[in-house]
């Protein structure tokens, strides 16, 4: 029983090892059927872009058809190699039964992967932890038509009243101001151009307003809400309203095209863009706080309440720079209050950064 108990564990182990060995074998001739079509779409990607600088004069005829030629010599010769560097390792894991010793860490059973990526690279911006279980190696994807990136933006805000100029505001043009912070989602809209990119996801705006004239936002019995004098001097009157919007936007602008035998990407580093769109959303709270004295004893009120705010918000907005950095405008539609005799709707005006 003892001899027949070994030969069932060295059959079940030889049959564990087969299935693994072609396992391995299956997956690199997989990689096999994938690298023409991947070297072919590259040089179609050369081609267009040479096609692009003669069409703008940038290069001769002559000087396009050395390019187009160089290029297709460069990606028949990468075909070539990467399929004998596939047929070399079938042949050393056949040669071997599948025990082949490599210095990768891509083909081990357990991967952590911890670190930011950009637009250049194989990731997107984002950063996290991956265990990677798989032993088989995680190609990268050739073109890559959607990033994500963390956006945050500061700057002044304030509000335009119907039939009024902003300088008639009645808040603080300076100590009012807005914070926005949020992720969203860049697609190429073509296939073969990224000069178009529509861009949405979502953001929480907070934007703040200061009373002038030592005055406080007030809300009365006919369901409207109006500034009023405080019976003290304020030390500090601020009014905020919290939302969560959906923006999305058309972005224009040009891009560099960086190919490499196995990747596509377009960058915009240092490139100039343009975003035009808006956003829609709702109230999530709206609060006010108020500093004042009282017979030499300092007082701070905070305020939780509706104050007859409109719970939908909706607006229209812009954005427009080089790389990361972007100047930024945004205007609700919707009045800031319910039932107000002079409708006001916020504007803000600041900074944008692409992190």
Do not use: C
């Amino acid at each position: 029983m003892y001899l027949v108990g070994l030969v069932t564990l060295f059959m079940v182990q030889n049959m564990t090892a087969q299935e693994d060995l072609e396992k391995k074998i299956g997956i690199l001739k997989e990689q096999k059927l994938n690298v023409t079509s991947q070297e072919k779409e590259a040089l179609k990607f050369e081609i267009e872009e040479i096609a692009k600088q003669l069409k703008n004069g940038e290069i001769s005829e002559d000087e396009a058809n050395s390019l187009k030629m160089k290029a297709a010599e460069k990606r028949a010769l990468n075909i070539e190699e990467r399929l004998a560097i596939i047929n070399n390792k079938i042949s050393l894991l056949e040669r071997n039964n599948g025990e082949v010793k490599e210095l990768d860490t891509l083909n081990y059973k357990f991967a952590f992967q911890i670190g930011f990526g950009d637009d250049d690279g194989e990731d997107s911006k984002l950063f996290g932890i991956r265990i990677n279980d798989n032993p088989k190696r995680i190609e990268p994807k050739y073109d890559r038509r959607t990033y994500s990136d963390f956006i945050m933006a500061v700057g002044l805000n304030n509000v335009i009243t119907e039939g009024q100029s902003l300088n008639d505001s009645p808040y603080k043009i300076g100590g009012s101001r807005f914070f926005e912070m949020g992720w969203q989602w860049r697609t190429r809209v073509f296939k073969n151009s990224n000069f178009l990119r529509f861009n949405y996801g979502f953001s929480f705006q907070f934007n703040g307003l200061k009373a002038k004239d030592n005055q406080y936002l007030v809300s009365l019995e006919n369901g409207q809400s109006e500034l009023q004098e405080f019976d003290y001097e304020l030390d500090k009157s601020k009014f905020r309203m919290d939302n969560l919007v959906f923006p999305m936007h058309f972005e224009f602008g040009p891009s560099k095209l960086k190919t490499t035998d196995k990747t596509m990407r377009y960058s915009l580093k240092n490139q100039f863009r343009v975003g035009l769109g808006g956003y829609g959303g709702f109230n999530i709270g709206t609060r006010q706080k108020l500093k004042y004295e009282i017979d030499g004893d300092n007082v701070k009120d905070k305020l939780k309440r509706s104050y007859n705010t409109n719970d939908l918000i909706y607006g229209l907005s812009a954005y427009a720079g080089v790389d990361g950095v972007l100047l930024y405008v945004k205007y609700d539609l919707n009045p800031i209050f319910k039932n107000a005799a002079v409708d006001q709707r916020n504007v803000s005006l600041g900074l944008r950064f692409d992190l």
